[in-house]
């Protein structure tokens, strides 16, 4: 029987539909992020850097291009004949076909999985969040306090607290209550999502629950843990971490790397992130061009004026264009004399020449008032702007747009223009 200290399972399965178009064919964690990374490269850095060399991956939306991503784990290091990672996608048992209805109801169908590791501890992790953590000092802390669950928790300001499930500890970190999105927080430490079980304490509440619709871990599980006598504590977690799951926390993750002193540091020596990397040739930035505090990937070219955006790997930026504040994600071709102000661009779009983007004032957009905004302009996968086409801002794009599209060449401000076929 093999056996392992900790194994990983990571849940990587969500839509992430606060993300808009730019999720709307991909899972959320395979989302690209900061040039040549997708957002999954960070949990997986994460525990290949703590110690944690077996990671089950549970995906279930829009799998395809996280599976690809990931493949076998290689640029994690994470390629093992005993452990390394494995992708879980929900599968038809006999009897019945279930897709997973809630978090913890995900790491229930993995059970056999977990099972062949016989471990001491689980460590349960989000797929979604940019930061770096040493999941082994939560684990000596969950250990010195003969701890039965674990949850990292990181102080927030108190006004912010009403947003996330919040904790409230003793004198000694000891968990004595929780409340989901207080009106009026007892305390400012949020859950982060991330926990450390005691695999027979994990076993146990899984099987107790399992018959509860969309089982998930801050509803059921930790409660349950709690409510049976469990040693629950709260590790405090005081460094960078963003859970990027609005397009504008996105936009601002993405901002805060191309900083003079960034906040969040992608090339720390001691604390690599990695990722899997195709072989492409340098950057080509031509004399013409302008490049101040940017992130430019692998292969690009670039040949107009560039200011404190985040350009993928592959993408062509033609001449005399102007880009701003902008993430153009990889294999994107915009063409001359364009004008890009506060863009999301995702992966194999073609703007094409004389086109200006995040025009004009700001309106509400009219169809998703809540994703589409900040200023921003959304443009999906795969999408085509045809020339000469001027876009205000708070709008989305998705699909292969004509000229008989747009009305006098225009997309005004909070409008949506999303073709058949694309819907998100």
């Not at 913890?104 to 016989?118: C, K, L, V, W």
Request: hydrophobic fraction near 35%; proline fraction near 5%.
């Amino acid at each position: 029987m093999i056996k392992k200290e900790m194994i990983a399972m990571l849940l990587a399965g969500g839509q992430g539909s606060r993300l808009g178009v730019l999720t709307s064919k991909v899972a959320k964690p395979a989302v690209s992020f900061g040039g040549k990374y997708r957002i999954i490269d960070f949990p997986l850095s994460n525990c290949i850097n703590s110690g944690v060399d077996t990671v089950g991956v549970l995906t279930q939306y829009q799998p395809l291009r996280l599976n690809t991503h990931i493949g076998i784990g290689i640029p994690w290091d994470l390629d093992r004949n005993i452990g390394g990672v494995t992708v879980l996608p929900p599968y038809e048992k006999t009897g019945n076909s279930e897709w997973y209805t809630g978090t913890a109801n995900a790491i229930y169908q993995n059970m056999d999985y977990m099972e062949t590791f016989n471990p001491e501890y689980v460590l349960i992790l989000s797929g979604d969040h940019i930061y770096k953590m040493d999941y082994e000092v939560m684990l000596d802390f969950h250990k010195a306090n003969n701890a039965d669950v674990t949850l990292a928790a990181m102080p927030v300001p108190l006004e912010e607290a009403k947003r996330f499930g919040i904790v409230i500890t003793d004198e000694n970190r000891k968990i004595v209550d929780f409340e989901e999105k207080p009106e009026n927080p007892r305390s400012n430490l949020a859950s982060m999502g991330i926990y450390i079980f005691n695999w027979k304490t994990l076993k146990q509440a899984l099987i107790a629950k399992a018959e509860q619709p969309a089982l998930d871990f801050g509803k059921h599980v930790i409660p349950y843990c709690h409510e049976n006598g469990g040693r629950l504590f709260a590790y405090e977690y005081n460094g960078y971490w963003k859970d990027v799951g609005t397009l504008n926390s996105y936009w601002e993750a993405n901002m805060e790397l191309i900083d003079i002193i960034p906040e969040f540091n992608l090339y720390e020596e001691y604390w690599k992130i990695y990722t899997k990397s195709d072989i492409l040739p340098p950057q080509y930035i031509s004399g013409d061009s302008v490049v101040e505090k940017c992130i430019i990937g692998e292969g690009a070219n670039i040949y107009g004026k560039i200011y404190n955006s985040v350009i993928g790997c592959g993408v062509t930026i033609g001449k005399n264009t102007v880009v701003r504040d902008s993430i153009i994600m990889n294999e994107v071709v915009v063409g001359d004399n364009c004008e890009l102000n506060k863009a999301i661009i995702a992966e194999n779009v073609v703007v094409q020449n004389n086109v200006h983007l995040g025009i004009g004032d700001e309106v509400p957009n009219e169809t998703d008032p809540n994703i589409y905004a900040n200023g921003l302009v959304t443009i999906g996968e795969n999408s085509e702007i045809p020339a000469g086409i001027n876009v205000g801002k708070n709008t989305v794009i998705s699909g292969k747009t004509e000229p008989s599209d747009y009305q006098n060449g225009l997309l005004p401000s909070g409008k949506s223009l999303i073709k058949a076929g694309d819907e998100a």
